[in-house]
């Protein structure tokens, strides 16, 4: 079992994000979670990584209890990726994809952190970029820097929020590709996507959130049926036929 | 090759400047040619002819100039140091231990300690630096974090409550006593002693070893909170490690030289612009540069004219136009307020 969420909620106050959710992502496999704007996916990636506390509700990642993990041995196994982030300083591409061998380091990188960094950079496809400022790229460029710091870091499970949000259609496909390969690799990876088409063509397995809850589809029907996608995102969804799947289009 | 060169400069320089410092001054019974030779004379341990003339050159060049020249150059490494930490910890290049009301707090501190004379001086510019870097930080704190913007006025906030209850120390504590007060809060070196080097090179040595071994962690720090812990370190611990040595060499600045403004905000800048934002860079280039950086301008604010000028004037009205200029750009840069 990759992760195992059993009877979560989370909440500020009055105001409850997440509503007693059970779920599990197999390992080795790519788990897509979809849902609207603001219905909690981002929170609970948030926990499943361990950056946020889990205060009701027990976590398992690949079999051991996220609480009882040191940070150094949550970084070893979680990778996490965040759907927003503001550079401040002009640090260097290298610089920054370093920084994601931060639990391995004790003062300064040595040479078997700088490989690493490079193989990173070298997978995702940002070599040329690599002494460029960071605050000077693109937000595609960003996000493929911060994927790279991701895979530095050498988790076995990675969780990414959004992560084509900024990018242009052949980087999509790309790191869509690059996911793939790191799960045949075995690595387990849970994304929140927001373009269900493309959820349907490269993801293993799928969850639905809704309003802080996990919409179970029902098991006897295929998970891509239009009045599944139709209640998760309260639109009217039309199928269209294509490569004997079908692809969806709200209308 | 010009990486490499740049590298000799900053390294090289410091010694050099040390040594030509040593030569300034405002004293006309002692002039370079009598330095030289004395300096040649107890190399070669050769006999001085005019023995009186042998004491004068070393109560100048031993007992006055040489421990000044050292304190200048601590103190610079330690305002740069402290404020290039503080500038990488709070993610914001505007902050410097002025900004955030350290050096209020600490001036406050350390002249209650000055008007009582039971309290230690060291320990207090400390807890007061500390306790005021602390409230900025909790006036800015919002669960969202802290934004730039609400750092510095946070910070402004704090600093003007410590100067106002510095004034009414000043205004309660006898007219013997304020003199002192007055003229060390100006920030000057010109009553440095040995004994002033001695009292603060312990603790700046300590806590410039200290940031230096945190140089490269803090990188990691300055891209977030998320992005630190992410990583697998915790944000909150490595923020304390930061902050406690950083308010501490900067606290032990104030509480033997005064306030000399700006030298925090401004110098960690330049070195910046000179290395790029890599701590595992900064931090060393900080401390040869910064404390050159302080040594020039006192050698400027001892001979520029008759009378000294405090060298906290001089920095300060260096520094404001720079701030300026930072602000300014910075608010075209970042997007975040």
Redesign the interface.
């Known amino acids: 079992m990759g992760f195992f969420v059993k009877n979560l909620s989370f909440g ?1 106050g009055e105001n409850i994000i997440l509503h007693n959710i059970t779920l599990r992502a197999n390992a080795g496999r790519f788990t897509v979670l979809l849902g609207k704007n603001g219905s909690g996916k981002s929170t609970l990636i948030k926990i499943m ?3 946020l506390p889990c205060k009701a509700g027990y976590i398992e990642v690949l079999g051991r209890d996220i609480g009882k993990l040191t ?2 041995e ?3 196994l979680i ?2 990726l ?1 759907q927003f ?8 591409v290298e ?2 994809v ?6 391995y ?1 004790f ?3 040595g040479r078997k952190d700088l490989e690493k960094t490079d193989e990173a950079m070298d997978k995702v496809g940002i070599t040329h970029l690599r002494k460029r ?1 960071y ?1 000077e790229l693109s937000g595609g460029e960003r996000q493929l820097v911060m994927v790279a ?2 895979l530095a ?1 050498e988790p076995e499970v990675i969780l990414l929020d959004e992560p084509l949000s900024h990018l242009d259609f052949s980087n999509q496909a790309r790191l869509l590709a690059l996911i793939k390969d790191l799960v045949v690799k075995g690595l387990t990876v849970v994304a929140v996507l927001h373009d269900p088409n493309t959820a349907f063509f490269y993801g293993d397995d799928f969850l639905f959130m809704k309003d802080g809850f996990i919409i179970e589809p029902q098991k006897s029907k295929d998970p891509w049926d239009a009045s599944t996608l139709t209640e998760v995102y309260d639109t009217r969804i039309e199928t269209v036929p294509f490569r004997g799947r079908s692809l969806v289009m709200p209308i | 090759m010009k990486p490499f060169f740049k590298q000799v400069i900053f390294y090289a320089l410091p010694l050099p400047l040390i040594v030509v410092s040593l030569f300034v001054g405002p004293s006309n019974v002692v002039n370079t040619s009598d330095i030289i030779d004395w300096l040649m004379r107890s190399i070669s341990f050769s006999p001085v002819p005019d023995a009186q003339n042998k004491q004068m050159v070393e109560a100048i060049v031993l007992g006055v100039r040489l421990p000044r020249v050292l304190l200048a150059f601590s103190i610079g490494s330690a305002l740069t140091v402290s404020g290039n930490s503080f500038q990488a910890l709070f993610r914001n290049p505007l902050v410097s231990p002025d900004i955030l009301g350290l050096s209020s707090g600490a001036a406050f501190g350390a002249a209650i300690a000055l008007s009582f004379p039971l309290l230690p001086l060291q320990p207090m510019a400390f807890v007061f630096g500390l306790l005021a870097v602390g409230l900025s930080y909790f006036l800015a704190l919002t669960r969202k974090g802290v934004s730039t913007v609400s750092l510095i006025l946070g910070g402004i906030i704090v600093s003007g409550i410590f100067t106002a209850l510095l004034t009414m120390v000043q205004f309660l504590t006898d007219p013997f006593k304020l003199q002192t007060i007055v003229h060390w809060t100006m920030g000057n070196l010109h009553n440095a002693s040995w004994s002033k080097v001695r009292s603060s090179a312990l603790p700046i040595l300590f806590g410039i070893a200290w940031l230096f071994v945190m140089r490269w962690r803090m990188n990691v720090i300055a891209l977030g909170d998320e992005e630190t812990k992410a990583v697998g370190l915790n944000p909150e611990k490595e923020k304390l490690l930061i902050l406690i040595p950083a308010t501490f060499i900067a606290s032990a600045s104030v509480a033997v030289a005064g306030m000399i403004g700006m030298v925090g905000l401004a110098v960690p800048h330049m070195v910046r612009m000179m290395t790029g934002p890599d701590n595992t860079k900064t931090q060393p280039v900080s401390i040869a540069f910064g404390g050159s950086f302080l040594l020039i301008v006192d050698n400027f604010s001892r001979t520029i004219t008759s009378f000294e000028i405090p060298i906290g004037i001089f920095t300060t009205l260096i520094g404001g136009p720079f701030f300026i200029y930072l602000l300014k750009k910075s608010l075209m840069v970042c997007r975040e307020v």
């Not at chain 1, 370093?98 to 639990?103: D, H, K, Q, V």
Request: aromatic share 10%; net charge positive.
């Open positions: 500020y990584a361990g950056l940070s150094t949550r970084a070893g990778g996490y965040s982030h503001t550079p401040i300083f002009p640090f260097l610089e920054v370093l920084t994601g061998r931060a639990s380091v003062t300064v990188p400022p605050t710091r991701v870091q």
